[in-house]
DNA sequence: TAGATTGTTAATCGATTAACAATC
DNA sequence: TAGATTGTTAATCGATTAACAATC
């Protein structure tokens, strides 16, 4: 594999769609199909040619002119891009209802992750199991993310406890938050944060929805 | 209020933020603030006030120079043009993890939005109510859809089953549809599209930490 | 009045799209 | 070879940031 070119920074953008063509091209492989040009690719996923093949020339040249891109080697290089072929140990914050159906999907889809612990604060949760992860006291969080290795922590918890449990898991060692909590968390500029902020969808439908309507 | 500027067209972004604004005016005015700056506003969600003031100056006017905003006068504002004084009827279509997570939300947190009915295939849970929701067959859609006036449809149902239902959705009489499907749907354009696409985030997280720890 | 803060225009930055030479 | 499709440069489009006059 080329390595990618050095210094140049890429765009959030370009990251942020890796993952659907790494999804996109793995159903693909599993349909039989070897071979895929960015123009069926871009089909697929609802993105132009030009963009698929601007955002993997950061990376280098996978394809082949005139043919297309084997689907197993771009896979493999995207995947790779992505650090899909690491190991990473999670652990979820909050049993709530979000929380508890996280835990329930045990193996997020592209595999590597991996969930280790569950935290709570609630007595009548603490020691139960979710799909066989056991479910610790928030007290206990420093101990069991060294120990286990933690690198990432999902923050289901309730709003007003958004920000002391970013801070805990923060102090606990981990490296990088998958925030659920409809506020803006402040943490330390090496820890990377990415929210998913639920309630934005609907209310911007709303928006569209009344002007179509009148 | 001042009518928004005619012909104006509103970027995804802007309208995108909104809703954040939205919420945070609620907490500000619950925590008795009654004015605010774009400059105090931005800091509490993690924008620049620049760009507060332009995203509402495509609405109007709705500050006084040299003194802020009036936090109710603005929520009311925002509210208005999200359309959150409207009641939207919703549904949900497919009882999984995160179906069921979904289901008991209840009342998403803006007002506005009303669950009335929640469908799935699993004869075991056709005719049981999830917070005081019945939950129906499939083939009932267009019938309860219709009855009940659902103009929003939540995709929760496995990949595979994804596209047909966004289709029986459109032919149930829907006019907006939030995906939660790791999937591209495809349906006529006078439908709105709003995807949530959870398996990204973690993903790109893998890649920017990937960088970090080199 | 002086200080503060909006609303808006202009400048910059970044991302997408178009076009096409290179080449399989 | 002719046709197809990549990789990349240039052009366009859109969104953010900076600056500042207006005014409370």
Redesign the interface.
Known sequence: MKESKENAVIS?AT??R???Y??TLKLSQEEGIEIISSDELGR???VTPEQIRKDLSAFGEFGKKGVGYYVRELMRNIGE????N?K?NIAICGVG??G???A??AN???Q??HLQAIFDIDPDKIGRYINEVEIFHVSRMKEIVTERDI??GIITVPMEFAQSTATQLVEAGI??I?NFA?I?INVPD?I?V?S???????????????R??G
């Open positions: 959030k990251i942020d890796l993952p659907l790494y999804r697929k996923i609802g891009i992505l650090g899909l690491r990473w209802h979000l508890w159906a996280l329930n999907y997020f889809s592209p590597g992750f690198q990432i490296k990088g998958w409809p803006k090496t990377h990415v998913e902020d639920l309630s934005v969808g609907l209310s911007s439908m709303s928006y569209y929805l009344s179509q309507n």
